[in-house]
């Protein structure tokens, strides 16, 4: 069931992968009860290519949670970066979600 509803929501065929690795599910299921909550917060912090972006995807969709992402350095300074995330946050307002998460990434 889990691996149907990634394969509808996702084009990204390498997520299913991702529930293998030995706390790939036990982690998608610690995300989905926060996500699962309202109002809440999240920060994952982990090294490169440690899985916690692909854990946070399905987590999202298994949860029919919306997630966008910034791309921090792209923006070069505070000012355009912070404007960027509030054209971030009017666009939840816009899409009327009471659960989205924003990625902000700094690769």
Request: overall charge negative.
């Amino acid at each position: 069931m889990i691996i149907q509803k990634i394969a509808e929501k996702s084009n990204n065929h390498f997520l299913a992968s991702a529930l293998d690795t030995p706390n790939g599910i036990r982690d998608v299921f610690r995300l989905s009860r926060i996500l699962f909550k309202e109002q809440q917060h999240l920060i994952l912090a982990g090294s490169a290519s440690s899985g916690k972006y692909e854990t946070l995807q399905i987590a999202t969709i298994l949860n029919d949670v919306v997630m966008m992402e910034l791309n921090a350095p792209k923006y070069n300074e505070p000012s355009k970066f912070a404007e960027a995330f509030r054209q971030a946050l009017l666009t939840v307002i816009r899409l009327d979600e009471t659960n989205c998460y924003i990625v902000i990434s700094d690769e």
